[in-house]
């Protein structure tokens, strides 16, 4: 097991989740050793992958440290053990296994985190691998029917994002957080396995009083989809599941209501949008598993609306509210499918 190196408490632990990744997971770990900040730990969660990406990371890499599973516990369930291993670190620091992190990406989260000590998180500017002059990400938006997308995917990389920005969270595949604002809200919600569940976590982190935002100087190339696939049934099925989950959980009273009707209208539109592309049955049995999980939802949102420390307002303030975009602009799966597949 390698050792913590500690900068003034700012000890970073690096968390990379792998499935299958093949060489773009030996990518991401070298990424790390390059890095210009020095103090961090890496930890690689192998969800008993079959490709023989993980073998022999520690005996031909130096520091790091591999936790294998014997099963595939999802992206959130490997998180939140590699965070449970590392109880002494200051700063949590995710990146996907397809997301290769320029050398200054840790060194500008953390600058970025002395500057903003009240922040419970800090998204990257990630670019596309396959066209490093268009965005992939700029941080996550949350819409108020419950769609969430990336910021700026898509568009030309320009000085349009080029600013830090309060955004809604911090989008996982290359993100920092604060080790207090995690452990405060629990991390990341099993339940979700995969897809959605920082846009969860950044919701909650938000109901605990916790912003977020976007340091377009902590940059990394991301492949993304590279490992799923972006419109697999099981990328499908899992972001549109938990798309109806983070709203009933953690939109908080009046929003629930006031915006209902819009987040209704989300899921009928996203059920006809799938059918009509020969994904019906995967379309529907999300929404129909997304219903029977409600019970159990419902009993979480009283425990995390019982703690809000903000207002609805000001959470309302962070959120996406214009009626078109969610909608009708690119395809209906959106940016929420676009944000969510992208591991």
């Known amino acids: 097991m390698t050792e913590f190196r500690s900068d003034e408490g700012l000890t970073v632990l690096v968390v990379i989740v792998n499935f299958n990744s093949g060489t773009l997971l030996h990518d991401a770990i070298i990424g790390v050793h390059k890095q210009t900040y020095r103090f961090w730990k890496l930890v690689v969660v192998d969800n008993a992958s079959t490709d023989g990406s993980a073998d022999h990371l520690e005996e031909m890499l130096p520091n790091v440290q591999v936790i294998r599973s014997p099963k595939n516990v999802g992206f959130a369930a490997a998180n939140n053990l590699a965070v449970t291993k590392a109880p002494e670190v200051s700063w949590i620091a ?33 670019l596309t691998a396959h066209a490093p002059d268009i965005l992939d990400g700029a941080g996550d938006v949350y819409h108020v029917s419950g769609r969430y997308w990336r910021r700026g995917s898509g568009c030309p990389d320009s000085t349009k994002y080029a600013a830090e920005h309060e955004i809604f969270s911090a989008c996982a595949a290359a993100a920092l957080y604060s080790a207090k604002a995690w452990n405060d809200v629990g991390g990341m919600d099993e339940d979700f396995f995969c897809y959605g569940e920082d846009v969860d976590l950044g919701f909650r982190m938000r109901i605990a009083g916790y912003r977020s935002v976007y340091i ?43 915006y209902l009707p819009q987040h209704i209208l989300l899921n009928l539109i996203s059920l006809a949008w799938f059918s009509l592309r020969g994904k019906a049955r995967v379309i529907f049995k999300a929404k129909w598993d997304a219903l029977k999980g409600l019970p159990r939802i419902w009993r979480e949102r009283k425990m995390i609306q019982s703690e809000r420390r903000v207002s609805a307002w000001e959470l309302r303030r962070v959120m996406a509210k214009s009626l078109f975009r969610p909608y009708f602009t690119h395809r209906i799966q959106g940016e929420s499918q676009r944000r969510t597949q992208g591991r």
């Open 94 to 126: 995710l990146l996907n296994p397809d997301a290769i992190p320029h050398p200054q990406w840790l060194e500008e989260l953390v600058a970025a985190a002395r500057v903003h000590p009240g922040f419970g998180s800090f998204s990257s500017r990630t």
């Open 216 to 258: 377009p100087a902590a940059q990394a190339v991301h492949y993304g989809s590279a490992i799923t696939g972006r419109h697999s049934d099981f990328s499908v099925y899992h972001g549109h599941r938990n798309l109806v989950w983070t709203y009933f959980k953690n939109m908080p009273w009046p929003l629930f209501w006031l």
